[in-house]
């Protein structure tokens, strides 16, 4: 009988794993249609697209064969996000964001529409800059990973910070897997509240706005 529990919940874990594996998967699969069949295109901006998609099929390829890393995962959402910036396109961006921060958010799609209308293309650089990631292992597999990332960008001649909350792998909440929101501040405003920690900025400020935040001070 215990074999028998045992062989179940791994098989539960795996299940999960590949749940939170298609959905970053099929995000690629909307940059992709987006994006690369896009006749109109550039071919360096579908370089970077074909790019975005290789990265993601490596992070689905990763958490299929339990090879986690939180980093990558970081660093490769935030290209995602910029090129999705850089190209005005909503509704990739809109894809980003997991099933809750969808439904806690009231307004998402105007939210998406304003935050589009005042940095859509418009961001002249950005640098990932770090992240901070907590989760929930049991026997070596990841049941949950929930990862705080930074970018520092440059928009209409002033510099700006962006952290992003994610959840990368929840197995017993798929509605989770995603972007839960985005917070973006001057970097002026940033250096004021370095005297508080990274989470106390994001908390409990950052949870209470799903999707997309601006702190203009």
Not at 51 to 57: F, G, K, T, V
Not at 140 to 155: D, H, L, N, R, V
Not at 175 to 186: A, C, R
Not at 189 to 213: S, V
Request: charged share 25%; net charge negative; glycine share 6%.
């Amino acid at each position: 009988m215990c074999c028998c529990d045992g062989d179940e919940s791994m098989k539960k874990k795996h299940t999960g794993l590949i749940i939170a594996a298609t959905s970053i998967f099929m995000t690629a699969l909307v940059i992709l249609n987006l994006f690369v069949f896009n006749s109109c295109m550039s071919k360096a901006k579908k370089y970077a697209a074909e790019n975005m998609l290789a990265i993601l099929q490596t992070i689905r390829i990763n958490l299929q064969s339990r090879k986690y890393d939180e980093g990558r995962v970081a660093k490769a959402q935030t290209e995602v996000i910029f090129t999705a910036i850089e190209n005005s396109n909503k509704e990739t961006f809109k894809a980003l964001f997991s099933q809750k921060a969808l439904a806690d958010c009231g307004d998402a799609d105007e939210q998406i529409d304003d935050f589009m209308e005042r940095f859509g293309g418009k961001i002249t650089s950005w640098k990932y800059s770090g992240m901070s990631a907590s989760g929930d292992v049991e026997y070596g597999e990841y049941k949950q990973s929930e990862i705080w990332a930074m970018t520092e960008f440059e928009y209409d001649g002033n510099a700006y910070v962006m952290f992003f909350h994610t959840f990368p792998i929840d197995i017993n909440n798929p509605e989770n897997v995603g972007i839960y929101n985005i917070f973006i501040t001057s970097r002026l405003i940033y250096n004021e509240m370095k005297d508080r920690t990274r989470k106390n900025i994001m908390y409990p400020e950052m949870a209470e706005h799903p999707i997309i935040w601006i702190y203009e001070g």
